[in-house]
């Protein structure tokens, strides 16, 4: 199949989502553009700030994108590629951009707080705990899976020894990154410069830290970039939004969007052909994975992740200038996720040879078949080039998604010992010094941390499964509230119902296979016996947390005003 063919269908159909469904859910749910948001009516200038749309849009996407879209649907490729696509296309248009808009939504009416507020106002103050814990438990395999990416995209030295120039270059400008967007947030927040100029003059810095990455690459071990990682992840969390995430994200935006712009025309004037096949049977090219549930879970962020709802609750909420900006910021940057996840297929599938998909890293996987195509029309020399910027884009993506995720981590712990218009700042005690935003952006470096030393693949398979499955949970609570406020809630229903069934599943194949493991006695601690402890503990949180809002929805509440 020729590869343009596959993009244009996914945009074409992707367009048509946003222009018709998107708009029929806004109008649907009521979004008023006249309401204050929470960013003016609780701004204190740490969490609550108003961000204008394209700067918010820039660190929206860049914290939900990490390397989902990319990892999910390359390695979901042993299917083929017509069931990934269409799981894309529908799964986003249908289950994400939902979930992602109506989380957003959900928090702008709930002062811009957690969906584990939702849920207490809801459902109840016991299903706000169990999905705090819920979310927790899967921001830090977060963490885990995408410190892990990281740390390789930055690590100076392959198994051999041999330095790895890609790597160095891309370690430079993403410490550069650093530097120039805590000066753009300080000139554009506290100067008031205005926002085209400087965001002009930061696109003409970005160039040249490219220049500068390529000069003077910095080697150093994946041991000492972990520690280095965790102490900036650890550090972008608990100073305000203005000095480095808004500004960092939306810096990091041009980048990203330039990269999917190159691989567009890389697939527009090439246009190779995609030798994998539409479709390699119900268990893979291998026979050894079913296609249910596991093509839904594997494909991650490229198509629903819970991860995203409670970015939109998390931070977005907390910055977005008017409610007419929730549907570009939620339900479009899910959509131009969903775009992204085609062009990782369409890499997997043009390296596909002689049967087998490559057995590349996925990152590596996509970057290799994007320089390719490059290559294919730019020249020989463009493929380094090329190469090396793209494993830069999805380094940035994952430490963008890094730092969010850390500090949303930060809000779910504090908020699970806070009662119902309870304020952290009236805690006194071992309640007061355990939510502490130092101490517990601590807790979930070292546990995150932890679970990264043995790279992400150990980590993935359960990431994928908690991911969705919080997902799942993301749309029961905004189900019930607008269950509750008497508006049209059924377009949740069946992605809700589908992916508990889906993740659930995968979760008990994921405890068999690993008690098979300890069966055998090939089992170790930081790979299955975390596994088990995770797996059996979500499962168990996720069941309860259905109980508790399948009863509520089943009251049919009043609408209430």
Same mark, same amino acid.
């Given at each position: 199949?020729?590869?343009l063919?596959?993009?244009?269908? &996914?945009?074409? =159909? ?13 109008k ?20 609550? =700030? ?12 860049? +914290? @939900?994108?990490? #390397? ?12 083929? *590629? ?20 109506? #989380?957003?939504?959900?928090?702008i009416r ?8 939702v ?15 819920f ?8 963490v ?11 690590n100076? /030295? ?6 790895? $120039? ?7 400008i ?7 967007a805590?000066?753009f ?13 400087? &965001?002009?003059?930061? %696109? ?28 900036? @992840? ?7 939004? *203005?000095i ?7 810096? &990091? ?21 995609v030798?994998?096949?539409?479709f ?8 050894? &994975?079913?296609? /249910? ?10 198509a ?7 970015v ?7 910055? @977005? ?16 996720? =969903?775009?992204?996840?085609?062009? +990782? ?10 049967g087998?998909?490559?057995?590349? $890293? ?34 940035v993506? =994952? ?45 979930t ?15 993935? $398979? ?40 889906a ?35 979500? %499962? ?7 109980i ?14």
């Amino acid at each position: 199949m020729n590869s343009l063919v596959i993009l244009f269908i &996914s945009i074409v =159909c992707l367009v048509l989502g946003y222009a018709f469904y998107g708009k029929w859910l806004a109008k649907v749910w009521g979004v008023d553009p006249t309401r204050p948001t929470p960013s003016h009516t609780m701004a204190d200038g740490l969490d609550y =700030c108003p961000a204008k749309a394209p700067v918010l849009l820039g660190h929206h996407f860049s +914290s @939900i994108a990490g #390397a989902g879209p990319i990892n999910g649907p390359i390695l979901a490729a042993i299917f083929g *590629w017509v069931p990934v696509l269409l799981w894309v296309v529908l799964g986003g248009i249908f289950f994400g951009a939902v979930q992602d808009f109506s #989380a957003l939504f959900a928090s702008i009416r709930h002062k811009g707080r957690s969906i584990g507020y939702v849920i207490e106002e809801n459902i109840g103050e016991r299903g706000k705990k169990l999905f705090l814990i819920f979310a927790w438990l899967t921001l830090l395999l977060v963490v885990a899976a995408f410190t892990s990416i990281v740390v390789g995209t930055f690590n100076g /030295f392959n198994a051999q020894g041999a330095k790895v $120039p890609a790597n160095g270059t891309t370690a430079t400008i993403s410490c550069l990154f650093i530097v120039m967007a805590v000066l753009f947030g300080f000139f554009v927040y506290r100067k008031k410069a205005p926002l085209g100029i400087s &965001s002009v003059i930061g %696109v003409a810095l970005i160039i040249v830290s490219l220049v500068i990455g390529i000069k003077f690459p910095i080697y150093a071990t994946g041991n000492t970039w972990l520690v280095i990682v965790l102490i900036y @992840i650890y550090v972008a969390s608990v100073t305000p939004v *203005w000095i480095l995430l808004q500004p960092r994200d939306y810096l &990091s935006s041009f980048l990203l969007y330039g990269m999917m712009i190159a691989a567009f025309i890389g697939v527009f004037v090439a246009h190779p052909t995609v030798a994998l096949p539409a479709f390699t049977g119900f268990n893979g090219i291998k026979g050894n &994975s079913p296609l /249910f549930p596991m093509l839904f879970i594997t494909v991650a962020c490229g198509a629903i992740s819970g991860f995203h709802s409670l970015v939109s609750s998390g931070t977005t909420a907390k910055q @977005i200038d008017n409610e007419k900006d929730a549907r570009v910021i939620g339900y479009g940057s899910m959509l131009i996720e =969903c775009a992204l996840a085609t062009v +990782s297929l369409i890499a997997a599938g043009i390296l596909f040879k002689d049967g087998a998909l490559s057995a590349l $890293p996925p990152t590596a996987v996509f970057a290799t078949g994007i320089a390719t195509m490059i290559q294919s029309f730019a020249g020989a020399s463009s493929y380094t080039v090329a190469y090396a910027l793209i494993i830069l884009s999805v380094s940035v993506f =994952c430490l963008t998604s890094l730092d969010t995720a850390t500090r949303l981590a930060r809000y779910m712990f504090a908020e699970f010992f806070l009662k119902s218009g309870e304020d952290a700042k009236s805690l006194k005690g071992w309640k007061k010094f355990i939510t502490n935003p130092y101490f517990s952006t601590l807790i979930t470096v070292a546990i995150g941390g932890y679970l990264a030393v043995g790279g992400y693949a150990k980590v993935w $398979p359960l990431f994928g499964a908690a991911n969705q499955l919080l997902g799942s949970l993301a749309l029961l609570a905004v189900a019930v509230w607008l269950g509750n406020i008497g508006k049209n809630n059924k377009m949740f229903y069946f992605p809700m119902a589908f992916m508990y069934v889906a993740t659930i599943s995968a979760m008990i194949i994921t405890l068999i296979s690993n008690f098979k493991i300890v069966a055998a006695g090939k089992a170790t601690f930081s790979t299955q016996g975390l596994q088990i402890i995770f797996a059996g503990l979500l %499962v168990i949180l996720a069941i309860f947390l259905l109980i508790e809002g399948v009863r509520v929805l089943a009251k049919k509440k009043p609408a209430q005003a």
